[in-house]
C-alpha cells in the first residue's frame, strides 16, 4: 500500500479539476508534476501509465492506474457528499461529466488553450467556429441553471466541479460572459463551497505553438 | 409508475448500445422512435426531455429523462453483471465510456455518418483527418486487447457494450480493420455472449446531405 499519487499539469483545467476535488475531500495525495510541453507524457514510461497520453492520471493505492478527469471524480467522489447515493441521480451527473468532455472542452476548453499558445489567432476560422459552440454551449448550461442551484440534484456535486473547470476561465477563451447570468451565480456559489481553491497556473513560456502534443486535437 | 422508454433512432449506434444492453438485460421497454432527419429533435417538447437534443433519451418508470447513451448505459448496469462491483474497475469502465465518446465518435462514428449521408467523400481533407484519427485509436484499443479478454476486469461490461456500438461498423467509414487482429477476435467475442442481437439500421432515403441536425458537430 502506497500513499495516491495524481500525475498532474498545472496549467490543466482538467487536472484542476480533480486537485480541487482532492482538496475538498481533504484526501492526503502526492502530487507528480507532468510537463507535457517538455514531452513528458509521450515517454513509454507513460504510455504505460495511461495510452491515451492525457493529464491526469490517479495511481491508486494498490499501484493501479486512472486516466480521464472525470472518472477520476467519480471515483474519488464514490460514497461522499460530493456524488449522489440515488442511482438516477448518480447518471445525471454521469451524463454532465460526458457533456464536459464532448461538447464543454472543445469548444471553450480548447479555444483558451489555443489562444493563449498562440496556435490559432481569434479572427481564423477554427476559432470563430469554436468561440461560437462554446456560447451555444454556455446557453444550454446557463438555461439548465435557471431553474436548478446545482447541475444534479440541487447541490453541490462532481458534476459542479467538472463543469467548472473550463466554464470558469471561457473567458480566456475570448468569450463575453456577460449573457450568462444564471451561470455567473453559480460559479459563484462553487466559489463559496467549503475548501474551494484555485491553483489553476497559467501555461507557461514553453507551451510554444507546435511543442509537445495537443492537448484537444 | 409507467413503463421504461427508450426515445430512439433506429440507425443511431448510440441508440444500439442501449438496446442491446436493455435485450441482454431482458428489460421490458417501450421504444419510442425518434426521426431525426425529419426534425423531430428539433422540436420543443424534445428539448424538454434533452436540451442537448441528441438520441438516445431514457425515461425512467418516475417519468424522469436521462440523455447520453453511456450515462444510460451505466445506470441500467448498475448493481448487474454488466458493471463491476468494484470501485476502482467501475472507473474504469467510465473512462473508456467517456473515452468511446471524445475519441471514438468523432473519428470513426462521425466519418461513417459523413459518408453514409453524403456529407463528405473519402477524398475530403476532414474525411482524412478523421480517419487516421481512427485508426490512431483503434491501434490504442488492439493494444490494450493485446493483454485483456474484455476492456475492463476480464468480464464483458458496459464498457464493451459502449466501445462496440462505433467500432463494429468502423468497415462503414472505409477503415480496413484487417491489421486490429485483437480488435476482430474481440468483436467476434462480443458477438458470442448471451442475449447478444444486433438491429442497427442504415441510415433511411431521408438522411440526406444538409437535412436535419448533424449527430456529431
Given at each position: 500500500m502506497s500513499q495516491l499519487r495524481l500525475y498532474d499539469y498545472v496549467a490543466s483545467a482538467n487536472c484542476y479539476k480533480v486537485r480541487l476535488l482532492l482538496a475538498q475531500l481533504k484526501r492526503p495525495y502526492e502530487r507528480i508534476p507532468v510537463d507535457i510541453f517538455a514531452g513528458e507524457t509521450l515517454t513509454d514510461d507513460y504510455a504505460a501509465k495511461n495510452p491515451m497520453r492525457t493529464t491526469p492520471v490517479l495511481e491508486d493505492e494498490d499501484g493501479r492506474f486512472l486516466p480521464e478527469s472525470n472518472a477520476i471524480l467519480l471515483y474519488l467522489a464514490d460514497s461522499t457528499p460530493f456524488l449522489p447515493s440515488e442511482a438516477f441521480e448518480r447518471a445525471q451527473v454521469v451524463r454532465w461529466l460526458i457533456y464536459e468532455q464532448t461538447d464543454v472542452i472543445p469548444t471553450m476548453g480548447g479555444l483558451r488553450f489555443r489562444l493563449l499558445v498562440g496556435r490559432l489567432a481569434a479572427s481564423d476560422d477554427d476559432a470563430i467556429r469554436r468561440k461560437?459552440?462554446?456560447e451555444e454551449v454556455l446557453r444550454l448550461l446557463d438555461d439548465h441553471l435557471a431553474q436548478h442551484e446545482f447541475f444534479v440534484g440541487e447541490r453541490?456535486?462532481?458534476?459542479?466541479?467538472g463543469i467548472y473547470g473550463y466554464v470558469h476561465v471561457a473567458g480566456e477563451a475570448g468569450i463575453d460572459m456577460q449573457p450568462y447570468e444564471n451561470l455567473r451565480a453559480w460559479l459563484e456559489r462553487v466559489q463559496r463551497q467549503p475548501g474551494y481553491m484555485n491553483d489553476l497556473e497559467p501555461y507557461p513560456p514553453n507551451a510554444?505553438?507546435?511543442?509537445?502534443?495537443?492537448l484537444y486535437d
Open positions: 461560437q459552440g462554446g453541490y456535486s462532481v458534476a459542479d466541479v510554444a505553438p507546435g511543442a509537445g502534443r495537443s
